[in-house]
């Protein structure tokens, strides 16, 4: 069972545009979502995250949205640049635990 | 650099045999996470531990055993091994390891099983 979901496995973008990762999950009890980024032979690397209670988080070039009704979050970066060609998690989290729920990952690749 | 260290980086080993990968939170941290990531497979929750107690499990095989020590670091012990195993292990930390926490993690342990 598949909790939380991300149908694109990969997103091919130009430099200075904006990338947008989406993010699916079915646990309507989630109430913390995070964004990890994650290079070849590199650990996950934390970018972002959001409360269930907001529907927006903003840091620098990244921007999280939520949609709680859609059980739909988003992740855009803009402009993107090059170095963020990565893979990007989506994770999603109860409060009471501290066990993160990983959806599949996207491929981003952001072309010069 | 997060912080978290895992050793070793690389282990190869045989079937049936047992290894221990070792992981050192970020300072302060009081909860350790271990992941898996199996070829194509996204990351898998195994276990957390909090301050030396076990408080949340995840799909953990019974071959499959951890602990954190005294002084927080942790061992993931990984016995009668298969060629499945082979993955990817990544240890991570948090401060309260609770929901809202942000977890760091290491650069992961590579585990080849011949």
């Known amino acids: 069972d598949q909790q939380v979901k991300q149908n694109s496995p990969s997103l091919s973008v130009q430099e200075g545009r904006i990338s947008i990762l989406n993010c699916d999950y079915t646990?309507?009890?989630?109430?913390?979502f995070l964004w990890y980024k994650k290079y070849p032979a590199e650990g996950p690397t934390f970018l972002i995250s959001?409360?269930?209670?907001?529907d927006k988080n903003e840091d620098g070039r990244f921007t999280v949205f939520l949609n709680k009704s859609a059980k739909h979050l988003s992740l855009h970066i803009v402009p993107s640049q090059p170095g963020d060609s990565a893979v990007y998690f989506c994770?999603?989290?109860?409060?009471?635990?501290?066990?993160?729920?990983f959806g599949q990952g996207t491929t981003l690749q952001v072309k010069p | 650099d997060s912080g978290v260290t895992q050793t070793p980086k690389h282990l190869i080993t045989a079937t049936g045999q047992r290894v221990t990968l070792r992981c050192s939170p970020r300072?302060?941290?009081?909860?350790v996470y271990w992941y898996q990531q199996s070829l194509d497979q996204g990351l898998q929750f195994l276990i957390q531990?909090?301050?030396?107690?076990?408080?949340a499990k995840g799909n953990i095989l019974e071959r499959f055993s951890a602990q954190q020590f005294p002084d927080l670091h942790s061992e993931l012990n990984l016995s009668s091994l298969e060629l499945g195993d082979s993955a990817l292990y990544f240890c991570?930390?948090?401060?309260?390891?609770?929901?809202?926490?942000?977890?760091?993690f290491g650069p992961g342990t590579r585990l080849t099983v011949l």
């Open positions: 991570a930390s948090s401060p309260t390891g609770q929901g809202a926490d942000t977890q760091y």
């Open positions: 646990n309507s009890m989630f109430d913390y």
């Open positions: 959001i409360s269930s209670i907001k």
């Open positions: 994770a999603a989290s109860l409060s009471n635990t501290g066990k993160l729920i």
């Open positions: 300072s302060g941290d009081l909860s």
């Open positions: 531990y909090y301050n030396g107690e076990e408080r």
